[in-house]
């Protein structure tokens, strides 16, 4: 996929190399064509609304939930509401918590910014992942090539949080560790102050 350019979620659906049992929920949040302002509110949130039941929908045999924001995850206290357009870029953690509530665990995308560094801005938003939602905060796994990327991983369930901490660990010592960096929480990892 990466050699021949077909870089997206729809390329590795078709392509089976997750596995049989993998389920997969495509269908963008699109909110274009509803009134802008106060006229379009309600408009817009019973989109979204609608968009995270067939999410529910399309996923309810799966255990482990990944979801892909272009820019990652928002608490529901966020400045900027779910109803806005540009909020369609956004999860917002009591949506990610419908998933959570029925036992599933959750990995989330969550783009870096230059709020701070990159390991305060991981154990912050494993927080507020779990300040927002039924998880126990696993780990954040961050990207180290190109911006800086976050992968939120939360567990519905102790037998969950162990495996996906097994898995993590094994991580850290496979060839993947130079491009893929584990932040525990409560951990400091080495080096930093």
Request: charged share 20%; with cysteine; net charge positive.
């Amino acid at each position: 996929m990466v050699s021949s350019g077909r870089r997206s979620t729809a390329a590795l659906a078709g392509s089976g190399v997750l596995g049989p049992g993998t389920c997969f929920f495509g269908d963008p949040l699109d909110l274009a064509g509803l009134p802008a302002g106060r006229a379009g509110q309600a408009g817009r949130l019973d989109r979204r609304r609608g968009w995270l039941r067939r999410a529910l929908a399309a996923t309810t045999e799966c255990d482990l939930i990944f979801a892909d924001p272009d820019n990652g995850i928002r608490p529901a206290t966020h400045p900027v509401p779910a109803h806005r357009a540009k909020a369609v870029k956004h999860a917002y953690l009591g949506e990610l918590a419908e998933f959570a509530r029925r036992g599933q665990s959750v990995i989330v995308y969550h783009h870096g910014d230059r709020s701070a560094a990159v390991e305060q801005q991981a154990r912050g938003r494993l927080a507020d992942f779990a300040h927002g939602a039924p998880v126990e905060p696993v780990a954040a796994v961050r990207a180290s090539r190109g911006s800086s990327r976050l992968f939120l991983v939360g567990a519905a369930s102790a037998a969950h949080a162990r495996h996906l901490a097994d898995s993590l660990a094994g991580l850290q010592h496979s060839p993947w560790a130079a491009e893929l960096r584990v932040y525990w929480p409560g951990r400091r990892s080495p080096g930093v102050r």
